[in-house]
């Protein structure tokens, strides 16, 4: 997705909670510090009240931009949320363990870094398991995010909690989660030629009364 395209849907989103609204806006959609920061001013604009940035390029010769870089990124991020006439969260992602570069040591010091530039929560999606989960709340002071929705590294909220986690975000796992069960209802149909999906089914009078039609 384009920037223009991603806070038009954020904007859409917006419009139909009460609720406030944080937006996953990738990399910022731009390599400079600038374009960053301009960035979260946009999403300001938009009704936005959170976003997360991440320090993957996008670019599978070099996947994650180089640590004085993605500092400064952050950085700018931090100073225009910090000038927004309404508290803005800032959530700065470390994406070691999604880009093929799974050092503990970097993870760590990026989101210390972050931190330390302003970011009000910190990420890192793709820790392998609790104690490394453990080990990066033990270094951050700031809450920390965990993403579940990964096969066999996605933990409970009680041993996430127990381990120093303060918020988790659900990715794309139940896009993913729908799309199961749409899949197995109907390889049940085509395979089979069986409806049994149908028994576990919601009633579409539960479904209305959740949507509020």
């Not at 944080?22 to 390599?31: T, V």
């Not at 993605?70 to 880009?99: K, W, Y």
């Not at 931190?115 to 104690?131: C, R, Y």
Request: hydrophobic fraction near 50%.
């Amino acid at each position: 997705m384009t920037r223009d395209e991603a806070l038009a849907h954020a904007r859409l989103i917006v419009g139909a909670t009460d609720l406030p609204v944080s937006a996953d806006l990738e990399n910022g959609f731009g390599d400079t510090p600038e374009s960053v920061a301009e960035t979260i001013w946009l999403a300001a604009e938009v009704g936005l009240v959170g976003c997360t940035i991440e320090d993957s390029t996008g670019i599978s010769e070099h996947p994650l931009y180089d640590f004085h870089v993605a500092v400064e990124r952050i950085a700018a991020a931090a100073q225009v949320a910090r000038g927004l006439p309404f508290s803005f969260v800032l959530t700065a992602r470390a994406h070691n363990f999604v880009c093929a570069n799974p050092s503990l040591a970097d993870t760590i010091k990026r989101l210390r870094a972050f931190e330390d530039a302003g970011a009000d929560v910190l990420f890192a999606p793709g820790l392998p398991d609790l104690a490394a989960v453990r080990t990066v709340c033990k270094a951050v002071s700031k809450p920390f995010n965990f993403m579940a929705g990964i096969k066999g590294k996605s933990f409970s909220v009680a041993d996430l909690a127990a381990a120093g986690v303060r918020r988790i975000s659900l990715a794309t796992s139940l896009y993913r989660a729908a799309m199961t069960g749409f899949l197995d209802a109907a390889r049940e149909v085509a395979v089979r030629g069986e409806f049994g999906f149908l028994d576990r089914c919601v009633a579409t009078a539960e479904l209305n009364e959740l949507m509020r039609i």
